[in-house]
T-cell receptor, first 114, second 110 residues
Framework: KAGVTQTPRYLIKTRGQQVTLSCSPISGHRSVSWYQQTPGQGLQFLFEYFSETQRNKGNFPGRFSGRQFSNSRSEMNVSTLELGDSALYLC?????????????FGPGTRLTVL | DQQVKQNSPSLSVQEGRISILNCDYTNSMFDYFLWYKKYPAEGPTFLISISSIKDKNEDGRFTVFLNKSAKHLSLHIVPSQPGDSAVYFCAASNRNQFYFGTGTSLTVIP
């Protein structure tokens, strides 16, 4: 069974631009969560979706948004990029709703904002 | 407010010895815990989990211990191998969302 895939793996953008990241969960998984990882900060929760519904949202500004499609694939969008948005963005999938089941992570998208 | 804490940013251990990684949490509603290993430029890889109905879970060289009264869990790796060198994250769930610690970087010295 294929694992979680994320595209693109690397992105370089400039301040003020917007970016869309994509995540394809493990086949059969209906839950997708997104995290931001920066040095020394661990994994900061962004938001999570289950069956196309956003169930929880972390403490991030409205510039960060996401959605989930009927095939469980998910996208997250960051508008008006800031230097501080440079990070590794990880998505994780699980079969059950988040928090009830083991999450499996993708390789991440490394975003650099110049 | 960091509800899951890994107070040791780094740990060095000799090959063949035991590695003990610690994790503390503050929320008594957490009842499901996971450990992940992460190599640079890769996503975290699931290692082992434990539910609050147990106090110990083993999988090969990896054992997780849970002390609910102290709100503390630990991951034991025996024997440690150079390939275990990575960042280890603990995560706790209230059945609604996972909360992650900031990670402990383990170096196993050959």
């Amino acid at each position: 069974k294929a694992g979680v895939t994320q595209t693109p793996r690397y992105l370089i953008k400039t301040r003020g631009q917007q970016v869309t990241l994509s995540c394809s969960p493990i086949s059969g998984h209906r839950s997708v969560s997104w995290y931001q990882q920066t040095p020394g900060q661990g994994l900061q929760f962004l938001f999570e979706y289950f069956s196309e519904t956003q169930r929880n949202k972390g403490n991030f500004p409205g510039r960060f948004s996401g959605r989930q499609f009927s095939n469980s694939r998910s996208e997250m969008n960051v508008s008006t990029l800031e230097l501080g948005d440079s990070a590794l963005y990880l998505c994780a999938s699980s079969y059950l709703p988040p928090g009830q089941d083991t999450q499996y992570f993708g390789p991440g998208t490394r975003l650099t904002v110049l | 407010d960091q509800q899951v804490k890994q107070n040791s940013p780094s740990l060095s251990v000799q090959e063949g010895r035991i590695s003990i990684l610690n994790c503390d949490y503050t929320n008594s509603m957490f009842d499901y815990f996971l450990w992940y290993k992460k190599y640079p430029a890769e996503g975290p890889t699931f290692l082992i989990s434990i539910s609050s109905i147990k106090d110990k879970n083993e999988d090969g060289r990896f054992t997780v211990f849970l002390n609910k009264s102290a709100k503390h869990l630990s991951l034991h790796i025996v024997p440690s191998q150079p390939g275990d060198s990575a960042v280890y994250f603990c995560a706790a769930s209230n059945r609604n969302q996972f909360y992650f610690g900031t990670g402990t970087s383990l170096t196993v010295i050959p």
